[in-house]
């Protein structure tokens, strides 16, 4: 209940309303929320890896005694005493924490013992709390080890009927161990599980070495161990740095073979996925990814699971590269899936904190330490309590006939006891309460030795009190034992799952073409700048119908697995994936809605990319260079600037590079030929001047091999050649004016006609 802010009514007459600043109040029980969710739903504790709903479900188990070797309970029993004794919430939110703590494909190292349905892989949910039943594991038993020896502080209840403990004594790594996720009130935390004997050997080394670097851990600990398998492909740099930050992720494949089926046929088998993600959601996809004709590798998926993971996954055809079938499908789904890392814990129970991996790992063996003292001076108490007992019947014995005497005449035998031979209260009453049978002699011996027993006992434990060393050595012999339990050794049950590898070098052209299905289709722009993309080479373009206005530009035959390049006159490249055009339906899509290109631009050209071939750019004042058709390729919508121009000089003419000669018309029709080798190559800039004028501009430009000669078309489709000798006059330097055009030229300046 809040406090309450309303007075009691009085008899002045008033309304009795305290007025209360919307803004403080709002503040004040927002900053109430959030804490609460922080402390008590959300963030783990860094000593036991546990949030409050699953030590109260744990603790609830012991106080019903259902330890591992015990007999298993109905989970409604459980759940039951959880809520009503401990955790005042939902019964569905308990059942399904308690469900998650038994899943061996969502914990690393169990914490409870289910029987029944519990869940699978497949993403089913579990069976309702009345069928189901469950029991401790050993971890649980790690986890609770000392509770009862006064290890670990206790608070009231909800209803404050009853106690439960505020963390637990935690002999088991299981913050890492067994990983963590919560979303709070701005802040959340994730951390994937590891392997226990990684993280035993780290808090070992850790505690002869407690500066010890991270790159010292990741020795011991490479990364995470998930109860899925899998293959993490991060580099070692990237998970020191996850590990030093407490901040970053893990990259995680499924593990696959391929399985000869003879005949040089194979399938592809998947024997492990990543952590998290439901087998038969993935399979779903991957169908749904088929149906979508997005892996044209891939001809059928299969589900052959039933104990173990069996997805297979049968190529189109025995040619095709199954790594880079994979590759694919890692791009496209779950079959490679990022393990997110935030180690934000709550630091000793009461300050959220993101954790390094050594913080993480010395506040556990601090907690360790403190549990040690705790369960020591415990001891030590009940040591003390037992040898003021033994101490009083030693004097019994030695004094039997005084003993019985005073018990068999006294009125107030306790009290002449104490007065005759000095003994405590206590003492006294354990003389009084002797039964008759332990007066025998032998009776004297055992209590002589339990006396000495716990003597040198009580000078151990007081020794390793007033000693950090020996402290330590008792935590790191702890740890030792811990460790042995869960060794993991080849065929050992606790054996690393989570291999490393590094993800195999692909052709990442060769990936995206792959998730594409390889169709003829023929490219149209329109004179407006609308493009479309045909089904199949069309050699008749006669037939092509436009908006009311528009006319045809250009029209060129590509794949569906081709980029193609877009040239603009404000000298821009764009790259399209021919994929993704609009279909022939309709009239197309503006190119200005798939790219950012500026209105006072215009579409120069188009073409099929080829990232052998150079070209030839040239502006309308006769600049130009030689060009790599790699350098035109851009990653976004916004393109790349290649050519340098101000209007109104634009960019007018792209010709393929061949031969060894550049010949070159301008408006005045006069004709250059000069070596390609006078034009430089560049990958950005205004160029070099290709021919010299005294008005006008470039009309045309064309590369070939001088020794076949220089050819042209006319307007009537006749080809005209000038071989090497006839090209005489016209050779020259670069940049010079050239003559006149021979006879013959067409007269629309363009060696095309």
Not at 206 to 222: C, N, Q, W
Not at 509 to 522: H, L, N, R, Y
Not at 682 to 709: H, N, P, W
Request: aromatic share 6%; proline share 5%.
């Amino acid at each position: 209940m809040g406090k309450n802010l309303t007075p009691p009514p009085g008899d002045d007459g008033g309304d009795n309303i305290l007025p209360v600043d919307l803004k403080a109040a709002l503040e004040e029980r927002y900053l109430a929320y959030a804490l609460s969710t922080i402390m008590h739903r959300a963030l783990p504790d860094v000593r036991d890896g546990l949030k409050p709903v699953h030590r109260r479900i744990i603790h609830a188990m012991s106080e019903m005694g259902i330890r591992p070797n015990s007999a298993f309970k109905k989970c409604a029993r459980i759940v039951g005493d959880v809520i009503g004794k401990f955790h005042p919430h939902g019964d569905q939110s308990v059942y399904d924490a308690l469900v998650r703590l038994a899943q061996d494909f969502s914990q690393r190292y169990p914490i409870v013992d289910g029987q029944g349905n519990f869940g699978n892989i497949d993403g089913d949910s579990a069976a309702a709390y009345r069928y189901t039943e469950a029991r401790m594991t050993e971890v649980a038993a790690l986890l609770l080890e000392g509770v009862d020896q006064d290890a670990v502080d206790f608070r009231a209840t909800y209803n404050e009927e009853d106690e439960e403990p505020t963390v637990l004594p935690g002999a088991f790594p299981n913050l890492l161990a067994n990983g963590a996720s919560g979303i709070a009130v701005g802040m959340a935390t994730s951390i994937p599980p590891h392997n226990a004997h990684e993280l035993c050997d780290a808090a070992l080394h850790l505690i002869r070495h407690p500066d010890a670097t991270i790159e010292k851990l990741v020795d011991f600990i490479p990364g995470p161990d998930l109860p899925t398998g899998g293959i993490i492909i991060d580099s070692r740099e990237a998970i020191i740095e996850a590990y030093r930050t407490g901040r970053g992720g893990f990259r995680v494949r499924a593990k696959w073979e391929m399985e000869d089926l003879g005949r040089g046929g194979y399938q592809i088998v998947i024997t492990e996925i990543p952590y998290q993600v439901q087998k038969s959601r993935l399979i779903e996809k991957i169908a749904e990814l088929l149906i979508a004709r997005k892996l044209p590798l891939l001809e059928d998926v299969r589900d052959e699971s039933a104990e173990d993971i069996r997805v297979v996954l049968v190529p189109k055809s025995r040619t095709v590269d199954a790594t880079l079938l994979m590759e694919s499908l890692f791009r496209l789904t779950e079959l490679e899936n990022r393990i997110p890392l935030n180690m934000n814990v709550l630091s000793m129970g009461r300050v959220p904190k993101v954790m390094a991996l050594n913080e993480v790992l010395l506040e556990w063996l601090a907690h360790r330490k403190e549990v040690l003292i705790r369960r020591s001076r415990f001891r030590l108490a009940a040591i003390d309590r037992r040898l003021e007992i033994l101490g009083g019947l030693l004097i019994a014995y030695l004094n039997l006939d005084e003993v019985i005497r005073i018990i068999r005449e006294e009125d107030e035998p306790k009290q002449v006891m104490i007065a005759k031979w000095q003994l405590t209260d206590v003492q006294a009453e354990s003389i009084l309460n002797m039964r008759l049978r332990n007066l025998r002699k032998l009776e004297e011996f055992e209590i002589r030795k339990e006396f000495d027993e716990l003597t040198a006992e009580k000078a151990d434990i007081e020794s390793l009190l007033s000693s950090d060393d020996k402290q330590w050595r008792v935590v790191e012999h702890e740890i030792q034992d811990v460790r042995k339990k869960f060794a993991k050794g080849r065929g050992k049950p606790f054996a690393r799952l989570t291999q490393f590898a590094d993800a195999p070098e692909a052709d990442l052209d060769a990936i995206q073409q792959s998730m594409i299905e390889k169709e003829p289709v023929t490219v149209v722009i329109s004179q407006k700048g609308w493009i479309r993309a045909l089904k199949g080479h069309i050699a008749d373009t006669a037939s092509l119908t436009f908006k009311e206005g528009d006319a045809l530009r250009l029209a060129f035959p590509a794949q569906t697995t081709d980029k193609l390049l877009l040239l603009t006159t404000g000298g821009k490249a764009y790259t399209l994936g021919a994929d993704k055009l609009p279909g022939g339906r309709g009239h197309g899509e503006p190119i200005r809605i798939m790219v950012d290109m500026e209105n006072d631009q215009d579409v120069l050209t188009a073409f099929v990319h080829d990232p052998s071939r150079k070209l030839i750019l040239s502006s309308t004042a006769g600049n130009g260079f030689v060009v790599g058709e790699t350098e035109l390729v851009a990653n976004t919508r916004k393109g790349k600037q290649v050519m340098n121009v101000a209007m109104p000089d634009e960019a007018k003419l792209v010709v393929p590079v061949s031969g060894d000669h550049v010949a070159v018309v301008g408006e005045n029709r006069k004709l250059l030929v000069f070596p390609l080798a006078q034009l430089p190559e560049m990958t950005r800039g205004k160029g070099v001047r290709l021919q010299r004028y005294k008005d006008g501009g470039i009309s045309d430009v064309k590369c070939f091999a001088l020794s076949e000669g220089l050819t042209w078309e006319d307007t009537a489709g006749r080809v005209f050649t000038r071989n090497k000798d006839e090209l005489l006059e016209w050779l020259g330097d670069r940049a010079t004016a050239g003559r006149a055009v021979p006879k013959g030229f067409p007269r629309s300046g363009k060696f095309s006609g």
